[in-house]
């Protein structure tokens, strides 16, 4: 299994997530949080094409995650999984797609991938994150998340890699020139993780197997990414070097596990 981010961010998210090979490669994009031409764009610069996705996966109806993720699926025939609370709030329960329910904690398989959606906090009508496995390893997906829940911390538990939101850093926002309402509902209980409470899910999860972390949704106002990896590196233990961060503009390369 291997895995690599199209780009993380208010503007825009996408993640490859690849197992198997040859006549058996499974190849989801979770969550296509840019227009169309983008994402064909950013896919085209990791070597792949919109015609070799065997999936589309939603997190969320919010605009930087589901983007184009309708059409993409009409244009190229790509089947689309999300919640059901998701599919009516961007009309995929009436759109001529391929649509497939998932319910959390119910694992799934789509094709070489086993797919686990769990349930998270967040303001929107019924959000997923994900943990894909190959039978060997694990990756878990954490983001757009408001607070950690016991739930989470049993689901991320024995990953292999984790891609973890760190929003914010809670000075940056509370000196930042949003206005209040903003600030509220990114550090509230339903929306954003900050470093500090990134930390403490990390802090809490069993890190026996974890190889691979990976900083992602850094809002590009309110944190940076040296802010990041430090708050990650002082859980691990290790130099904040060594924690992965996923940037807007250029995501992260493949990551193999």
Request: proline share 3%; net charge negative; glycine share 12%.
């Amino acid at each position: 299994m291997r895995f690599a981010s199209l780009g993380s961010g208010s503007e825009g998210n996408a993640l490859v997530v690849e197992a198997g090979g040859g006549a058996t490669l499974t190849r989801v994009l979770l969550d296509c949080g840019f227009s169309a031409k983008e994402v064909e764009r950013r896919l085209a610069r990791a070597g792949l094409g919109a015609d070799s996705l065997t999936a589309i996966l939603i997190t969320h109806e919010h605009s930087d995650h589901i983007g184009s993720a309708l059409t993409l699926a009409r244009r190229w025939a790509i089947p689309l999984y999300m919640s059901w609370g998701t599919a009516q709030a961007v009309g995929a329960d009436d759109a001529d797609v391929d649509l497939n329910v998932l319910w959390g904690d119910e694992t799934v398989e789509i094709g070489e991938l086993g797919v686990l959606p769990y349930t998270v906090p967040h303001d929107a009508r019924e959000p997923l994150q994900y943990v894909f496995s190959d039978g060997a390893s694990r990756l878990g997906v954490l983001t757009d998340v408001g607070e950690s829940t016991p739930h989470i911390g049993n689901v991320l538990g024995g990953c292999d890699a984790l891609v973890l939101e760190c929003n914010h850093d809670l000075d940056m926002l509370a000196t930042s020139r949003y206005p209040a309402s903003l600030k509220a509902r990114i550090g509230g209980s339903h929306g954003h993780l900050n470093n500090v409470a990134a930390g403490g899910i990390l802090a809490g999860i069993d890190r026996a197997k974890l190889r691979h972390l990976i900083a992602a949704h850094l809002s590009q106002q309110n944190n940076t990414p040296e802010l990041a990896r430090a708050a990650m590196a002082a859980v691990l233990g290790n130099a904040a070097t060594e924690v992965g961060v996923a940037s807007q503009a250029e995501g992260f390369d493949w990551i193999s596990l």
